[in-house]
Nanobody, 119 residues
Framework: QVQLVESGGGLVQTGGSLRLSCAAS????????MGWFRRAPGKEREFVAS????????KYANSVKGRFSISRDNAKNTLYLQMNSLKPEETAQYYC????????????WGQGTQVTVSS
């Protein structure tokens, strides 16, 4: 099992920045990919970004390319999401998630951290 705990959410003005963190514990050696997702009020959960835990390759949703940056610190077992130029429509609960090696679906999820962007 892998446990994930997000932090770093909060209230920020339009155009501002936040950095989210996700601390992983447990069987972290079994992680293949980690990602960030978000769910806005009344909307479905959507993919934001992902990173290969050991290789470091990244993917981004088109809506965040050039503004968000995903990274990880393997020594600290921590995932990050640097968010710049935030928009009000990006107000959402942000979740980190992880896939086990050999599996494509995200099996492990954190409890989420709230990001609110004021206009």
């Amino acid at each position: 099992q892998v446990q994930l705990v997000e932090s770093g959410g909060g209230l920020v003005q339009t155009g501002g920045s936040l950095r989210l963190s996700c601390a992983a514990s447990g069987r972290t050696f079994s992680i293949d990919t980690m990602g960030w997702f978000r769910r806005a009020p009344g909307k479905e959960r959507e993919f934001v970004a992902s990173i290969s835990w050991f290789g470091g390759s990244t993917k981004y949703a088109n809506s965040v390319k050039g503004r968000f940056s995903i990274s990880r610190d393997n020594a600290k077992n921590t995932l990050y999401l640097q968010m710049n130029s935030l928009k009000p429509e990006e107000t959402a609960q942000y979740y980190c998630a992880a896939t086990p090696r050999g599996r494509a679906e995200y099996s492990y999820w954190g409890q989420g951290t709230q990001v609110t962007v004021s206009s």
